[in-house]
Every structure is written in structure tokens, then in C-alpha cells.
């Protein structure tokens, strides 16, 4: 798991399933299902066509919170929040066959979700966001940067995505902190154009993320000179 995660849900201009379809006419191809106030049933009715508007372009579905939705879809993956099911009885239900990641707000929450069996962590908040309640603490720039030098040393591989607040101008800057990617949601459906702020912020992501891995392989390199 790395590059972009986008976050579908619902605003007062777009549905979850309008949001989806913006995100895939803009290059996302990781697209998130979050419909925190829906019943369960209204997940997987809206899972089971957002899973058939992603086929076409090859894009993998991740739901949030819903286990079993996850498992009746047939998605790629679940994402659970830190009130969820726990990673252990969610990968019990899974198996192997499914991508379970895991909200971390600090590096112990990470070591907690990896000898859980994570296979990618979710780190925020970046900063204040209203589309999600009960918000942890904000960990910024320097906080990332911090967490990911003890994910160094202790020899932890997760992928880890910033999520929180994210807007188009933060992604170099988030990058360069050593995260493998990115989550958004609301930088791209508050956008005028949403699907040319989505095809923006795909693009950044790719060329930060070519110059962050440039970067580290002639650091890599240098070592050895």
C-alpha cells in the first residue's frame, strides 16, 4: 500500500457512490468506502456498485469499519479505526485473502497493529479535519518525521499513510517525511474542479515519490562508496 488512498464519502454536493466516481475519472485507483453513519446493509448495497465502478479501470475498493462487508464484496482490503473490530478478529474472519490496515496516531499504536498482523497503518491526523469525530491529537510534519526514525530503527516495513487535513500543496512535504503515501478525501471534493484536483494530486504524488526514492537510493549508494 502506497501512492494515494482516496476516502469516499458522502458531502452536500456529492453522494458516496459520485465521489467514487470522481476520484476514478481522476487516477485514484486505491479508493476507500467510508460511510460511518450508514446501517451495515447500506454499506454493502453501495460497496457491491462502487466495487463495479472500480473494475473497469482496475482500481482496488477498501471499505472502513465493515468487516463483513468486506468479505461479502469481495473487496481488496478493510480499514479499521481504533473502536473497530479488532486487527486479530478481523484477520480471523479474512484470512490471507484480504488487506487489513489500521488507524496509528503514535509509533505504539503502530508496534500494537503490527504484532497484530497489519498490513498497512494509517497515521494522523496531519492536521484538523471535520470529516472525522473524536479526533486524536494532530501530529504535523515534525511528528511524522519523528515517527518514522523509530519505525527505522526498530526495523518496522509497514507502509504508513499520512491521513488528516491533507491538502495539494502538503504532499511534498509529507513525503519527504518517509511515509509511503498518502490518504485525502476532502482536498479533492472541495476542489472547483474535483477531477482535475484529484488528476493534480495523483500526479504529485507520483513525481514526490519518484524523487523521494531517487533521493534515498543515491543516499543508499553513497554508503557503499
Not at 106 to 131: C, H, M, N, Q, V
Amino acid at each position: 500500500m502506497n501512492g494515494l488512498l482516496f476516502i469516499a464519502h458522502q458531502t452536500e454536493r456529492y453522494s458516496y457512490l459520485q465521489s467514487v466516481e470522481i476520484a476514478l475519472a481522476g487516477g485514484c485507483r486505491r479508493i476507500q468506502l467510508r460511510m460511518k453513519e450508514a446501517t451495515p446493509r447500506e454499506v454493502e448495497a453501495t460497496a457491491h456498485i462502487a466495487k463495479k465502478l472500480c473494475e473497469p479501470f482496475g482500481a482496488e475498493l477498501y471499505i472502513n469499519d465493515h468487516v463483513e462487508v468486506c468479505k461479502s464484496v469481495r473487496a481488496a482490503g478493510v480499514h479499521l479505526g481504533k473502536a473497530d473490530m479488532p486487527l486479530r478478529e478481523a484477520r480471523r474472519i479474512l484470512c490471507k485473502d484480504f488487506i487489513i490496515g489500521g488507524t496509528a496516531n503514535t509509533f505504539e499504536d503502530i508496534l500494537r497493529l503490527k504484532s497484530e498482523g497489519a498490513d498497512y497503518i494509517g497515521l494522523g491526523p496531519f492536521r484538523f479535519t471535520a470529516t472525522k469525530k473524536n479526533l486524536s491529537p494532530t501530529i504535523g510534519l515534525s511528528g511524522y518525521r519523528r515517527i518514522m526514525e523509530q519505525c527505522k530503527e526498530h526495523g518496522i516495513k509497514l507502509p504508513v499513510l499520512a491521513i488528516g487535513g491533507i491538502a495539494a500543496s502538503d504532499i511534498p512535504d509529507i513525503l519527504s517525511t518517509g511515509v509511503s503515501g498518502i490518504a485525502l478525501s476532502s482536498a479533492i471534493l472541495q476542489a472547483q474542479n474535483p477531477v482535475e484536483e484529484a488528476k493534480r494530486i495523483v500526479a504529485a504524488v507520483r513525481k514526490n515519490r519518484a524523487a523521494e526514492k531517487s533521493i534515498k537510493n543515491n543516499t543508499d549508494s553513497k554508503q557503499y562508496e
